[in-house]
């Protein structure tokens, strides 16, 4: 069983950068994910990491001000988060899955099967 759980969020000034922790509890997966969901919006994936080597992926809105980096020792993933805006105000879910063919990495949140009860990000001014 992999249980993903998130920490870091809070209440941001605009301009400011957050750093978000997820720790990885039993089974690390292929393949971790931060998604982000505001209000009265459907989820949407924001970057992603494979565990054995670290590639990365990002969604075309995450890239350059978003940051996806892991800590393999402590099963710990991070995001990274610089010059917030108001758009950015979410909550940040983490997750994880088991393979994924050929190595492929996983950008929809259905490919997902385990998941986090999310940390809610409020960026203010």
């Known amino acids: 069983q992999m249980q993903p759980v998130e920490s870091g969020g809070g209440v941001v000034q605009t301009g400011e950068s957050v750093s978000l922790s997820c720790k990885i509890s039993?089974?690390?997966?292929?393949?971790i994910g931060w998604f982000r969901q505001a209000p009265g919006q459907e989820r949407r994936f924001v970057a992603t990491?494979?565990?054995?080597?670290?590639?990365?992926v990002y969604s075309d809105s995450a890239r350059g001000r978003f940051t996806i980096s892991k800590d393999s020792a402590q099963n710990m993933v991070f995001l990274q988060i610089n010059n917030l805006q108001p758009d950015d105000t979410a909550v940040y879910y983490c997750?994880?899955?088991?393979?994924?063919?050929?190595?492929?990495?996983?950008?929809?949140?259905?490919?997902?099967?385990?998941w986090g009860q999310g940390t809610p990000v409020t960026v203010s001014g």
């Open positions: 997750a994880t899955y088991l393979s994924a063919p050929f190595g492929r990495q996983r950008t929809a949140a259905s490919q997902y099967p385990y």
């Open positions: 039993g089974r690390t997966g292929s393949g």
């Open positions: 990491i494979r565990w054995s080597d670290g590639a990365t």
